[in-house]
């Protein structure tokens, strides 16, 4: 079984970092702005089944989205990311989650909030309370994360695999 899943949110917040962590085990420092879309694949064993997650990394900027937006249709499960440290990236969470489900033609597909760059809480942009709160509004799940220091990255992608596995 084949899974497609979108992970999407603003510029810099950590997408392609958590696909290369999640994939490779490895993190870099340096920013390397993403083209367009690329793609990694993990293969996993969930419930005595081989599940293959294919993890679309997009671009957070503006000036691909007619690229972007034509890979959120195939999607079967979606990662909307935010940081820790940026405001505005948290404030886009709507507008991300929207623009994945307007593509999938209003079927709701499995979608869960990360909250990355947590080992920078002391830098925080956003209070816990309103993290919580819009997971709420939004009815994802939230998982709060750090690729610098691999904290909860397979939960992520684990839980998803799980929730369309059992769909
Ligand atoms: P993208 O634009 O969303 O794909 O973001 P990138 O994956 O390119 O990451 C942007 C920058 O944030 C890079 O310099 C990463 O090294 C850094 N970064 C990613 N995840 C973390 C994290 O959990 N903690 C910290 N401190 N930096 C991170
Ligand atoms: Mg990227």
């Not at 947590?118 to 509004?137: F, G, K, P, R, W």
């Not at 220091?149 to 939960?155: F, M, P, S, T, Y």
């Not at 839980?159 to 769909?167: F, R």
Request: proline share 1%; net charge positive.
């Amino acid at each position: 079984m084949q899974v497609v899943v979108v992970i999407v949110g603003n510029g810099a917040v950590g997408k392609s970092s958590m696909i290369q962590r999640y994939c490779r085990g490895v993190f870099t420092k340096g920013y390397k702005k993403t083209i367009g879309v690329d793609f990694l694949e993990k293969p996993l064993r969930i419930l005595s089944q081989d599940v293959r997650l294919m993890l679309w990394d997009t671009a957070g900027q503006e000036e691909f989205d007619a690229i972007t937006k034509a890979y959120y249709r195939g999607a079967q499960a979606c990662v909307v990311a935010f940081s820790t440290t940026d405001r505005a990236s948290f404030q886009a969470v709507k507008k991300w989650r929207k623009k994945v489900e307007d593509e999938c033609g209003g079927s709701s597909i499995p979608m869960v909030l990360v909250q990355n760059k947590i080992d920078l809480m002391h830098q925080s942009a956003v209070t816990n309370e309103e993290v919580e709160a819009l997971a709420q509004e939004c009815n994802m799940r939230i998982y709060r994360t750090s690729v610098k220091e691999d904290i909860n990255i397979c939960n992520v992608f684990q839980h998803l695999a799980e929730n369309y596995v059992n769909q």
